[in-house]
């Protein structure tokens, strides 16, 4: 990250609002003679109220899976989750969807976690009207929420693709928002931005968080955005959590050989960020002159 140094709080010394313990994922097989896949080997892992948990390991290794499993939309084969001290591992439809107002999402890709078809007003309109909101009420909360996430209210009359890239997400955190959830699990939700936009959207997360105390599973693959934004970071790595802390202590002592590894990877620079990194400086020395 570019901007704003500033550590993280301390963690908030709360009770756990997310419980998971020595979950297995398996999806089922592709044919009969193929086994299942077993993407979670026995994963555990708390939050705290108001905490955020950064969840960092290579592409497959399997940190998709454990927020699509919080949010039950991938199979918890053994092992148990626990959401306020209640058992969410197995729901059916109708409970699931009544815990919708207590665990969001925030979706990595902003082009297409928005109906296109739809105006930001009634994308946002319409889980208040689920869940029993009046029109009334949710106009009023529509213009609230838009100011949260620093958007103008007439982008309530707006398309999605109106909109640039930090903008639909900031769309998307205001409908996470709607029914004032108490853990967000937030799927590298910076990662299609750019660097300056990423900084904002990063910091607009922290700012939700201290203003309502909301935890967040943090998934990325950027070791800088896990500094920036998590207290504590778990480290995945082919589906089991291999080394967890307080994300300085991960970050800079690495206990881990897999974890090392990951950090000596962030140090190459790539020349996808440099040239963000660049482009950031002119748009800097331009924006001064
Ligand atoms: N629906 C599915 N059916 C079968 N296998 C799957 C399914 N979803 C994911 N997998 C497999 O599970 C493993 C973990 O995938 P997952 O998407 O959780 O990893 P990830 O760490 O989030 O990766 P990335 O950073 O690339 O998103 C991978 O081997 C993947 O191929």
């Known amino acids: 990250m570019t901007t704003n140094p500033t550590p993280r709080p301390d963690t908030p ?12 994922v398996e999806y089922p097989a592709k044919g009969w003679r193929t086994p299942p896949f077993r993407a979670l080997h026995g994963v555990s892992l708390d939050i705290r109220a108001g905490e955020t948990v950064g969840l960092v390991g290579e592409s497959g290794s399997g ?16 092992g148990r989750i626990a959401y306020a001290g209640r058992d ?10 009544a815990l919708s107002d207590e665990i969001q999402v925030v979706f990595q890709d902003p082009y297409t976690s928005l109906n296109p078809a739809m105006t930001v007003g009634d994308i946002l309109t319409e889980p208040l009207l689920v869940a029993g909101v ?10 609230e929420l ?14 999605p693709r109106e909109f640039s890239g930090g903008q639909r997400q900031r769309i998307a955190i205001a409908r996470a928002l709607c029914r004032d959830p108490r853990l967000i ?6 990662s299609a931005l750019d660097l300056s936009t990423q900084a904002r959207v990063l910091d607009l997360f922290i700012e939700i968080q201290e203003r309502t105390g909301v935890a967040y599973l ?19 790595y082919r589906g089991e959590i291999v080394e967890s802390g307080d994300t300085r202590a991960v970050t800079t002592r690495p206990q881990h050989v897999y974890t090392q590894r990951l950090m ?18 002119r748009g800097l020395a331009a924006a001064g002159s």
């Open 13 to 24: 010394a709360h009770g756990s609002v997310l419980e998971v313990d020595r979950v297995v």
């Open 63 to 78: 940190k998709t899976t454990l927020g699509r499993a919080v949010l039950g939309l991938a199979p918890v084969t053994e």
């Open 88 to 97: 969410i591992s197995r729901l059916g439809a109708r409970e699931r969807r």
């Open 134 to 143: 009046s029109r009334g009420a949710a106009g009023e909360r529509i213009r």
């Open 146 to 159: 838009l100011d949260q996430v620093s958007l103008p209210a007439d982008a309530a009359h707006r398309l």
């Open 185 to 190: 699990v937030c799927d590298e939700p910076v």
């Open 218 to 236: 943090f998934i990325t693959h950027d070791l800088s955005v896990v500094r920036r934004i998590s207290h504590r970071v778990a480290v995945m």
């Open 264 to 281: 000596l990877a962030a140090l190459v620079p790539d020349p996808d960020r440099q040239r963000d990194r660049r482009e950031q400086r």
